[in-house]
């Protein structure tokens, strides 16, 4: 197949202290052109994935937070785990949603990690979420294949939060990339996602644009979705459910809790999961 090299400018990203091979990060997207169509059937990211860093890229793709004043609590959490935790990527999934992404974001800047949303790679890859729509509705299976190359890659690197799109549950492939990291399940009750599409706080991935914003049966097209990925959430090494976090912390409505709260109680869970890690290892150690 002949290979078109898609995507273009590189930017350099606030980093508080990067490694030095990730000084600038790159776009670096190539798309496939299948020999018998002008369409691209398929998209993936260059194979040579730290090219991908060392390059540059573009803002909707992957950024670091703008650096804010985090709180004692999620200060303290990051002293206790950083060192242990050496720089393994983190994946969220569950419905993508303000929480999930905001969350991401927070979590980048707070570990000092980059963070990346895979739907955007796969739509920039494809040459925009209208080319990606289009893709869908000529070739799906060439989506879904582009959303796991997208993962194969993101899976090799360190140091990264990852808002993995619905698709990266959707078969056992992607589940097995997550493993490389440690994925998490944002579980956010869907009336707030439904909130979130209906007043724009969150862009649709291309694959989820047939839910429609003006629709009265928009929870019920959620509930389909969340339903659909269910299982493949629920493979997450924990699972933080944002109306578990109001009860134990004492508000009367999930939308209470604040980005500080959900942070730390992902925090927690990365420093169980890192903490076991450490013991099995210590106990696999030779006397």
């Known amino acids: ?30 798309s496939n052109l299948s ?21 540059g890229t573009s803002e909707s793709v992957a950024t670091t937070a703008v650096e804010n004043d985090q709180s004692v609590a999620i200060k303290k959490r990051v002293s206790e785990i ?14 993508n949603s303000s929480y999930k992404s905001s969350l991401g974001r927070n979590l980048a ?3 000092r990690y980059y963070y990346f949303d895979s739907d955007s790679l796969v739509e920039e890859a494809a040459g925009g979420k209208s080319a ?8 799906e299976e060439g989506y879904l294949a582009s959303e796991t190359e997208v993962l194969k890659q993101l899976s090799s690197m360190g140091r990264m939060i990852v808002c993995a799109g619905n698709g990266a549950v959707k078969n056992s492939t992607n589940l097995a990339l997550l493993r490389h990291g440690i994925s998490i399940w944002i ?30 049966e928009i929870l019920a097209q959620l509930t389909m979705l969340y339903n659909s990925g269910r299982s493949g ?10 109306q578990k976090i109001a009860s134990q912390l004492g508000y009367d ?19 169980k999961l890192v903490r076991v890690k450490k013991m099995m290892q210590e106990a696999a150690r030779p006397f």
Request: hydrophobic share 40%; with cysteine.
């Open 253 to 271: 409505e999930p939308d209470s809790v604040t980005m500080d709260d959900l942070s730390v109680e992902v925090l927690k869970e990365i420093e």
């Open 187 to 216: 579980d956010v009750p869907l009336d707030l996602v439904a909130r979130d599409i209906m007043e724009d706080r969150i862009q649709l991935s291309a694959f989820d644009t047939s839910i429609c914003k003006s629709s009265p």
């Open 109 to 111: 800047d707070a570990l």
């Open 1 to 30: 197949m002949e290979i078109i090299q898609a995507i273009g400018r590189c930017v350099w990203i606030h980093h508080p202290s990067p490694p030095s091979q990730f000084s600038r990060i790159s776009t670096g997207v190539l």
């Open 35 to 55: 020999p018998n169509s002008t369409f691209p059937s398929r998209t993936k990211l260059i194979p040579a994935t730290r090219a991908i860093l060392e390059k």
């Open 132 to 139: 990606a729509i289009s893709l869908i509705e000529k070739d």
């Open 82 to 95: 950083a060192p242990d935790l050496k720089g393994t990527s983190i994946f969220l999934v569950g419905i």
């Open 233 to 242: 959430y629920s493979t997450a090494d924990a699972t933080i459910s944002l």
